[in-house]
């Protein structure tokens, strides 16, 4: 198996930071409840697709972003895809972000 195709087939996690840019504020109330339950559906989608979700945690002290949503997907493509419905869902106009996904170390169940 090439080294791509294993890295597609192995689990992924996924680690998304976020703030709200300022302009978010500024959204009118009805426009924001529209968005979010966009962004709800697109997290819907993955979680019907095998994602787990393992919970947003707001981040204190000394930090870019002010949450860390905490996923796994079943590959890289899966977290990938998740990430570009949400970006056609127009999340990233208002918050900014950074994304990380970690694969499985060889043996880092091994006692």
């Given at each position: 198996m090439?080294?791509?195709?294993?890295?597609?087939?192995?689990?992924?996690?996924?680690?998304?930071y976020?703030?709200?840019?300022?302009?978010?504020?500024?959204?009118?109330?009805a426009?924001?409840?529209?968005?979010?339950?966009?962004?709800?559906?697109?997290?819907?989608?993955?979680?019907?697709?095998?994602?787990?979700?393992?919970?947003?945690?707001?981040?204190?002290?000394?930090?870019?972003?002010?949450?860390?949503?905490?996923?796994?997907?079943?590959?890289?493509?899966?977290?990938?895809?998740?990430?570009?419905?949400?970006?056609?869902?127009?999340?990233?106009e208002?918050?900014a972000f950074?994304?990380?996904?970690?694969?499985?170390?060889p043996?880092?169940?091994?006692?």
């Amino acid at each position: 198996m090439s080294e791509q195709t294993q890295a597609s087939a192995t689990p992924c996690a996924w680690l998304h930071y976020a703030r709200p840019r300022p302009h978010w504020y500024l959204v009118p109330e009805a426009e924001k409840a529209a968005l979010k339950s966009a962004w709800a559906a697109v997290a819907k989608a993955a979680q019907d697709a095998g994602a787990v979700h393992q919970g947003c945690f707001h981040i204190r002290g000394q930090h870019d972003f002010e949450t860390v949503d905490i996923w796994m997907f079943a590959s890289s493509q899966a977290a990938y895809g998740h990430w570009q419905a949400l970006v056609e869902a127009r999340y990233p106009e208002y918050f900014a972000f950074s994304n990380g996904i970690g694969l499985e170390l060889p043996g880092a169940g091994d006692a």
